[in-house]
Structures are given as structure tokens and as C-alpha cells.
């Protein structure tokens, strides 16, 4: 398995607080990649990265914001979580543009 | 939306039999991959086809596509238990798309005993 890890991996936290994900790669990939997973909509990009503080928009990035400092981190910040971002977030690494993607494990989110 | 569509949504075999499923897609690609999902688990990546391939194998799977119906499947031979699966095509578009893939909702495999 790529060297992906994510923490934490569950968490419920209340309505109009801040939270943060972390994703961690030991693989040195470029590019580093968000996404949520919802019933009925299967796999969606919220934010990505293609480097160091370089960043990108996806298809669902209202109300979420990204970092990426170092090349082994990338943080997903919901900057005041509401209960439409419950959900399953994963994060993903590739090394090259159009590569395959490896996939984290996957952090389980509830916003009560 | 860009996004691969999956096709059936649902699929019920016995071990032994193929499962074979279906991908569509709107735009111009680069290339098509496909993932599995076992339950509560992040996502595996199968196969990679390019678009200027037809067909690509991997072990029991194999991958085709025809760019002139936009369209690939997945066929899997001899299925086993352990393929319980969700399975997820992703084509990467060829232009503005950058490095991003776009999932479908994925066909949910079920391989019984």
C-alpha cells in the first residue's frame, strides 16, 4: 500500500465549528488531492495540490479551505463545519499528471 | 457534468461467472482508469487505459474503450467472493481538466457463494 495515512479517522464535531484534516505521504508525490464521498454521488473533488502552497479549486470547494506547507502534508480545513459536510473525506496521491492515484484510508466525519 | 457514469448500478453474480460493467463519459480523454472499493476503505486502483489503447489486461480483468462511443467496461472473468466490490471508472479529460479525475456513483458488485 502507498504510504498514505490520514488522522483523525472518525470525528463528530458540532455546527459552526472549525475542523482539520490531515493528510500524510511518506511516497514524495507532487500532487495531493481531497475528496468527499457521499451516498448518491459517489467520489467528489473538493481541493487539490500539484506542490508546495500550490493549489487548486475542485467541483465542491465552498466552504472548505487547503494548505500545503511541506510536500508530505496536506491539511482540509472546514472553517465552520455545518451538517451538509458530514461525510467520508479521502485523500489521494499521484506522482505524475494523469497518473494513477493511491488512495488514504479515509476519515468519517459527523457534524451534529 | 464530465463525470464517468456507471452501468448497472447494482450487478449479482455467482463465484465463477464474468462481471462485466460499463463506463460512460462526455468529453475527449486522456485516459480512463478504473478503482475498486471494498466497504468502508479507501479506493484501489485497477488499470489505466490510454486513448489511443483498445483493450488492456490485468490478471482476471480485462479493460476496453472506444473513444468513438466514449464508452469502456470492465470485465472481471471468474469472480470470486473476494471481488464484493464498488467499482468506479475515472476519465481524465483531455483539456482544462489539469490532473483531476471525475468519479461516478460506481457499480456495486456482489459475488455470491
Known amino acids: 500500500d502507498a504510504g498514505i495515512t490520514q488522522s483523525p479517522r472518525h470525528k463528530v464535531t458540532e455546527t459552526g465549528t472549525p475542523v482539520t484534516l490531515r493528510c500524510h505521504q511518506t511516497?514524495?508525490?507532487?500532487?495531493m488531492y481531497w475528496y468527499r464521498q457521499d451516498p448518491g454521488h459517489g467520489l467528489r473533488l473538493i481541493h487539490y495540490?500539484?506542490?508546495?502552497?500550490?493549489?487548486d479549486k475542485g467541483e465542491v470547494s465552498d466552504g472548505y479551505s487547503v494548505s500545503r506547507s511541506k510536500t508530505e502534508d496536506f491539511l482540509l480545513t472546514l472553517e465552520s463545519a455545518t451538517s451538509s459536510q458530514t461525510s467520508v473525506y479521502f485523500c489521494?496521491?499521484?506522482?505524475?499528471?494523469?497518473?494513477?492515484?493511491?488512495f488514504g484510508p479515509g476519515t468519517r466525519l459527523t457534524v451534529t | 457534468s464530465q463525470q464517468g457514469e456507471e452501468d448497472p448500478q447494482a450487478l449479482s453474480i455467482q463465484e465463477g461467472e464474468n462481471a462485466t460493467m460499463n463506463c460512460s463519459y462526455k468529453?475527449?480523454?486522456?485516459?480512463l482508469q478504473w478503482y475498486r472499493q471494498n466497504s468502508g476503505r479507501g479506493l484501489v486502483h485497477l488499470i489505466l487505459?490510454?486513448?489511443?489503447?483498445r483493450e488492456k489486461h490485468s490478471g482476471r480483468l480485462r479493460v476496453t474503450l472506444d473513444t468513438s462511443k466514449k464508452s469502456s467496461s470492465l470485465l472481471i472473468t471468474a469472480s470470486r467472493a473476494a471481488d464484493t466490490a464498488s467499482y468506479f471508472c475515472?476519465?481524465?479529460?483531455?483539456?482544462?481538466?489539469?490532473?483531476?479525475?471525475?468519479f461516478g456513483t460506481g457499480t456495486q458488485l456482489k459475488v455470491e457463494l
Open positions: 489521494a496521491i499521484s506522482d505524475g499528471v494523469g497518473d494513477e492515484q493511491y
Open positions: 495540490s500539484y506542490g508546495v502552497k500550490d493549489t
Open positions: 511516497e514524495n508525490h507532487r500532487y
Open positions: 487505459i490510454r486513448s489511443n489503447e
Open positions: 475515472a476519465p481524465r479529460i483531455l483539456t482544462g481538466g489539469g490532473n483531476k479525475l471525475t
Open positions: 468529453t475527449s480523454i486522456n485516459n
